[in-house]
């Protein structure tokens, strides 16, 4: 049974930095194919992904966000870890981190589908 | 980025009705879509994935379709329990995209 869940602060400053964590288990970040991405949310707007991390330690971030995010892992704790610079109320969404099974497209491997997400966490930048 | 667009945005429908939503992206995608069910104050359960495919345990009741740009999801009997925010999303392409949501709700 795979399960993931976030865990972080719920209320930044502008300016700061926001670090989460994904602690997941059922799966292993190391097994091929593998991978959990990060997916905000604001308040009554649609999904926005961030990020996400592969099996082979690959990464990759949503271009318009690069310069803000990094994602990393601890394989031993399973665990992936967001973090996020210079926040600000505009940043304010719920925070999801989502496992997924990887596909490779023209050669290219992609993210196939979301196919478990954790409840999520509701973070609020303001000052 | 690949636009995705949705409609309509909401919809109230009767218990058993037929209900679809359509999804469509601004650039062929062949069938790299996924649909998503969002329940208020839930996170997102994937549906269907490759436009058409459902996933193991979800109703038969759902189901998907269309590919390049244009796709539909489709409830068959709507069913109290399906009030939720519909999203398609695409994989063709980094970054993944989803679509604006529509809400679903029984008159």
């Known amino acids: 049974q795979i399960t993931l869940k976030e865990s972080g602060p719920t209320l930044v400053k502008p300016t700061q930095t926001l670090t989460l964590t994904c602690t997941f288990s059922?799966?292993?970040?190391?097994?091929?194919?593998?991978?959990v991405g990060w997916i905000r949310q604001p308040p009554g707007k649609a999904l926005e992904w961030l990020t996400l991390?592969?099996?082979?330690?690959?990464?990759r971030y949503r271009p318009s966000l690069m310069s803000r995010l990094t994602i990393s892992r601890d394989t031993s704790k399973n665990q992936v870890v967001l973090t996020m610079t210079n926040m600000d109320p505009v940043d304010t969404a719920t925070y999801y981190c989502a496992h997924f099974e990887s596909i490779t497209l023209f050669g290219v491997v992609a993210p196939w589908y979301f196919d478990y997400w954790g409840q999520g966490v509701l973070v609020t930048v303001s000052s | 980025d690949i636009q995705m667009t949705q409609s309509p945005s909401s919809l109230s429908a009767s218990v058993g009705d037929r209900v679809t939503v359509t999804c469509q992206a601004n650039q062929d995608i062949s069938n790299y879509l996924n649909w998503y069910q969002q329940k208020p104050g839930k996170a997102p359960k994937l549906l269907i994935y490759d436009a058409s495919n459902l996933r193991t345990g979800v109703p038969s009741r759902f189901s998907g379709g269309g590919s390049g740009t244009h796709f539909t999801f489709t409830i068959s009997s709507l069913q109290p329990e399906d009030i939720a925010t519909y999203y398609c999303q695409q994989y063709d392409n980094l970054p993944p995209t989803f679509g604006p949501g529509t809400k679903v709700d029984i008159k």
């Open positions: 059922g799966f292993s970040l190391s097994s091929s194919g593998v991978g």
């Open positions: 991390i592969y099996w082979n330690d690959d990464e």
